[in-house]
């Protein structure tokens, strides 16, 4: 490798370092090392940025905004306490209740925003009932990358595999990815009720505490929720439907905030785009101006190249390799720069020869988004529930987590390994 290569590793090691460590916010970390790549001459301006995948951006800002106005309707602890209602006051049932709902909205919004609405819930929920919520909080956690990981929309790795490869659409990652979630959920259910049982005790006068609410008083803008739901429905439909019209995802939602902020008035849109998670859409322009460096100088080529000579380029091999290098990597680093690095050195491996690269897509996508469950530190979801945690005077540790988190995650994975097996390379 010539020298340019050889700065381009070290800029991304550094920098990589710094990310994991967490002493210095991410995000600053993440632009900082984009513009080394660019001031050491590795990179120009102009090819940074064409590495910069705006389709990413604009699917986050479009969902971000969307969600932000509907949180204003009240419409998410609603559905938080109608659930908790629905079982009865009952500990267990309102932590599988709530473990479902993350779940699902989490594969419809994105995991870091189901948490940031449904977590201060459980907070309300858990006090009314006075036992630990702890255990209501790591299901969550965990609910979160699995029901993430079972549409386009649901957990950034996801965005950015189906934002590099244009021919896998909205649909595509339901068909392929919805039913070995469903299936980890499944499994997951009874083994939160195993754990978590008899650690949630409260007496019959607190679980009427929870009966006597009103969900309905909840509800603090139907006009603006009936808007919403409206707006919600046409931006889901156009997910299905966005290859057919030839559009990016990126449209979709960007055409589904903007015609909502058109209905709810203009009064809305300022208070929108201060809820935007501007640190995170500029942690992702900072990655992808990092990883160019390493795409331009034939890093990732190299990279490539010596993954196919390890496993032969045998289809079986090459897929169980990505599943659990990422899912192992995914536990114990961010899984957004891991997968930032995964996508470009997947592309090289379909220009040497492996035909088809859709069993290793999803393998990628499994492994980066399940393995965020095995620690803490795994993915954004993890760290934002552990801050909000440790606000309340709950703080979860890394190794309380990783003794239920890792545990699980190896689950999901051998159960990843069967279904990717089974479905594509049988």
């Known amino acids: 490798m010539d020298q340019q290569a050889n700065w381009a590793i070290a800029i991304f090691l550094i920098i990589y370092a710094l990310i994991v460590t967490e002493k210095i916010h991410r995000t600053i970390v993440a632009m900082l090392?984009?513009?080394?790549?660019?001031?050491?001459?590795?990179?120009?301006?102009?090819?940074?940025?064409?590495?910069?995948?705006?389709?990413?951006?604009?699917?986050?800002?479009?969902?971000?905004?969307?969600?932000?106005?509907?949180?204003?309707?009240?419409?998410?602890?609603?559905?938080?306490?109608?659930?908790?209602?629905?079982?009865?006051?009952?500990?267990?049932?309102?932590?599988?209740?709530?473990?479902?709902?993350?779940?699902?909205?989490?594969?419809?919004?994105?995991?870091?925003?189901?948490?940031?609405?449904i977590v201060p819930v459980t907070f309300s929920i858990t006090r009314q009932l006075r036992v630990n919520p702890v255990p209501f909080l790591l299901t969550q956690i965990i609910a979160s990358n699995v029901g993430g990981t079972a549409t386009l929309i649901g957990d950034p790795p996801n965005i950015m595999i189906g934002s590099a490869v244009k021919e896998l659409s909205f649909l595509d990652f339901m068909i392929n990815l919805a039913p070995i979630a469903a299936i980890v959920m499944i499994v997951y259910v009874p083994i939160f009720i195993l754990l978590f049982r008899k650690?949630?005790?409260?007496?019959?006068?607190?679980?009427?505490?929870?009966?006597?609410?009103?969900?309905?008083?909840?509800?603090?803008?139907?006009?603006?929720?009936?808007?919403c739901l409206f707006v919600l429905g046409l931006t889901m439909l156009g997910f299905f439907t966005h290859q057919l019209f030839h559009l990016e995802s990126a449209t979709v939602a960007l055409a589904g905030a903007f015609l909502l902020l058109l209905l709810s008035g203009e009064h809305k849109m300022e208070d929108a785009f201060t809820k935007v998670e501007w640190t995170t859409i500029f942690f992702f322009i900072g990655l992808f101006a990092l990883v160019s460096g390493l795409v331009e100088t034939?890093?990732?080529?190299?990279?490539?190249?010596?993954?196919?000579?390890?496993?032969?380029?045998?289809?079986v091999a090459t897929s169980m390799l990505i599943l659990w290098l990422s899912a192992i990597a995914s536990a114990f680093l961010d899984n957004i720069p891991f997968v930032a690095t995964m996508i470009p050195m997947i592309q090289e491996m379909g220009m040497m020869g492996i035909q088809n690269l859709e069993p290793l897509w999803w393998s990628l996508a499994l492994g980066a988004c399940l393995g965020g469950n095995g620690a803490l530190i795994g993915a954004s979801a993890n760290l934002i529930v552990a801050g909000m945690s440790a606000k309340e005077g709950h703080p979860i540790s890394f190794m309380t987590y990783l003794k239920y988190g890792f545990p699980l995650m190896l689950l999901s994975i051998v159960m990843s390994s069967v279904y990717i097996y089974f479905r594509y390379l049988m």
């Not at 209740?97 to 909205?105: D, M, R």
């Open 199 to 227: 650690k949630l005790r409260t007496t019959e006068e607190l679980k009427r505490g929870i009966m006597e609410l009103d969900e309905k008083q909840l509800i603090t803008d139907g006009k603006l929720l009936r808007k």
């Open 298 to 315: 034939g890093v990732i080529s190299k990279l490539a190249e010596n993954a196919i000579e390890w496993t032969g380029g045998d289809p």
């Open 33 to 117: 090392g984009g513009i080394l790549m660019i001031v050491f001459g590795i990179v120009d301006q102009n090819t940074a940025m064409h590495h910069i995948d705006f389709n990413t951006l604009g699917l986050l800002i479009g969902m971000m905004i969307i969600v932000s106005v509907t949180s204003e309707t009240g419409l998410f602890r609603f559905i938080a306490v109608y659930a908790a209602k629905k079982a009865k006051g009952e500990p267990i049932r309102i932590l599988v209740a709530l473990a479902l709902i993350t779940a699902v909205g989490s594969a419809f919004l994105d995991n870091v925003t189901t948490v940031l609405l």
